[in-house]
């Protein structure tokens, strides 16, 4: 089983609606959790970061964390044609490492 | 805040060669860097953490002798790729963790990669 799984994309969303991404990990002794945006051809950047059980917003992004069903997820309202990108899930593990799922690309159609 | 550079941004070289590529954290200082590879359209595959003045820690299955690592300061870490290949050929990302946050806070500010390309 793998660390961090994502769901399979990629996902397609009109202009304007909401992207769902999904993340589910294997480690309950997990505590961080990431959500990286990362364009063709660039290295990831930082978009959320959530610690505690719930929901945390910014901007049009909310971080879902669920610890005891060991999931988290990402919603992008209003989608924008910027937002067209591949998301990586990452969830520390010992040493700061960091474990990244497969990443789910989020196409949003003008 | 929390800028971290690497060069080159790109690089070409024959089979057999030697590169090096520098990361830098260029507002903080950073005890722990990591190094990644990224091969096209897969995630980002962990290959070491690189330590302030000691031994990188390697990933299973990372050759260390190919890949050496150095972190002679707190704000640069290099990696070298020796003997490249062309099965070497990748996108190659590092990392950095801020030193001075507390708390264990395990936020990576990620460089923008090296994409090496060996003929």
């Known amino acids: 089983q793998k660390e961090v799984e994502q769901n399979s994309g990629p996902l397609s969303v009109p202009e304007g609606a909401i992207a769902s991404l999904n993340c589910t990990y294997s480690d309950r002794g997990s505590q961080s959790f990431f959500w990286y945006r990362q364009y063709s051809g660039k290295s990831p950047e930082l978009i959320m970061f959530i610690y505690s059980n719930g929901d945390k917003e910014d901007g049009r992004f909310t971080a879902q964390l669920n610890k005891a069903s060991q999931y988290v997820s990402l919603l992008i309202r209003d989608s924008q044609p910027s937002d067209s990108a591949t998301y990586l899930c990452a969830v520390n593990m010992a040493d700061y490492k960091l474990s990244f799922g497969a990443g789910t690309t989020v196409t949003v159609r003008a | 805040g929390a800028v971290v550079s690497q060069h080159p941004s790109w690089v070409i070289c024959k089979s057999g060669t030697s590169v090096k590529i520098e990361c830098r954290s260029l507002d903080f200082q950073a005890t722990t860097m990591f190094w990644y590879r990224q091969f096209p359209k897969q995630s980002l595959m962990l290959m070491a953490t690189?330590?302030?003045?000691?031994?990188?820690?390697?990933e299973q299955g990372v050759e260390k002798d190919k890949f050496l690592i150095n972190h002679a300061s707190l704000t640069l870490s290099t990696l070298t790729v020796t003997s490249a290949h062309p099965e070497d050929s990748s996108f190659y990302i590092c990392s950095a963790r801020d030193s001075g946050l507390a708390g264990g806070f395990d936020e990576q500010f990620f460089g923008p990669g090296t994409r090496l390309t060996v003929l």
């Open positions: 690189s330590n302030e003045g000691s031994k990188a820690t390697y």
